[in-house]
């Protein structure tokens, strides 16, 4: 990152015009700097939506929105999803590097270690309605680690935030099948030392008493990719939300837990969700691809076509034609067909090829295709962001401890541009 090389000229009414130093940055990506701005002339910028503002500089994920480019600390997401599994791209990113045999061993290790719930921990799901939404379990849960697992006085902090990084990626993944257990009125199953990561998580989730259950090598495989694709994605809604609530100095759970609140959202993570209910509506309603792209385009419909649009991906996402080559082999496994990924197909095809589309560049983006494969799986349709979730979980953990560590470390606070009255006098009761 090169800074202070080059200047942007700033002339502001009545002022000498002032040099703005310029960062390029290590893609060759050129930022205006402004955090003097306020100081050395008394503006402040205004960009609703953060469109076009960096908040921090960061290490861990490339996106190139104009030529569909993702990476992860360097490696591409093909790379990624061809030849690591969770585990290994989990410890790219919470570590900076791909772990080597020994360290890929003893990650699994503690990962297994630290895989139980506190026994007491238990009984708040048993409290929840059948019918509450996964996400409202999970992002509670998931600050309620920090009262289960408080900090340890007699260790040092460093070892206190590796333990609470190994806990929350082990024990989220334990905590979404009981969600899943307690919906289903089932008891729950503990996680095992004899599986994998992504294998315990579905023994965890579909093991009966009653119907023997093989862990399909296929889901597996599936799921293991499907987590990569959601591993990490810079500056998203949610993992600015961990990282603003970490600037605070609250704890990785509770940062966490605001991020899984921000992923909620149909405009974000909760869009896979949204995509298969879409689908399921039309298919019921027997709409066509055309129909629904007709509706998307009615502003004052209100809908939007679910898993298409991206703010910065003008072309398609990389993880959408992933998801979508995954989707169709783990179909083919089975021999059937899924009309949902026939209309889902039809829609991609019109859609691209509307001018509408076009001319905002709106193409699918990683929500589309994979809730498709989560419903394969079985996982039932309000469970698709927790999925999400569990896989952004090292991405979210990874920004927490970038910003622990960033050296401008101030807490995230924005101005605003002030649009109430001037001022007022209070009137009193009577004469209001
Ligand atoms: C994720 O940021 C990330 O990296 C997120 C994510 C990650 O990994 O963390 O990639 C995950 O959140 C994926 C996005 C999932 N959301 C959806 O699929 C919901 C549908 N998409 C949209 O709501 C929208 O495209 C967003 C929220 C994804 C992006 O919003 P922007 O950048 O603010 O764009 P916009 O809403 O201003 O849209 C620009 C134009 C508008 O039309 P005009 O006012 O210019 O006429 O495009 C239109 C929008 O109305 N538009 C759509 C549309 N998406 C945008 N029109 C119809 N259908 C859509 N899906």
Known sequence: METNKEFATLILPEKDPIRIPVITDNMGAKSIDIHSLRKDTGYITYDPGFVNTGSCTSGICYVNGEQGILRYRGYDIEDLVENCDFVEVAYLLIKGELPNTTERRRYAELLNKESLLHHDMQSFFRSYPFKAHPMSVLAAMSVSLSAFYPEMDDIDPELQVDLAVTRLVSKVRTIIAFI????????????????????????????SSVIEYQINPLYVKALNQLLILHADHEQNCSTTAVRLIGSSDANLYASVSAGICALWGPKHGGANQAVIEMLEFAHEQKMSAQDIVNKAKQKDSGFLLMGFGHRVYKTYDPRAKIAKRLCQEVLAESGETDPLLELAMELEEVAVNDSYFKERSLYPNVDFYTGLIFRRIGIPTNMFTCMFAMGRLPGWIAHWLEWNKDPYGKIGRPRQVYSGPYIRKVQSLNDR
């Open 180 to 207: 899943y257990r307690h919906m289903k009125g089932e008891d729950f199953v503990n996680p095992s030392y004899k599986y994998s990561y992504c294998e315990n998580f579905l023994n965890m989730m579909f093991k």
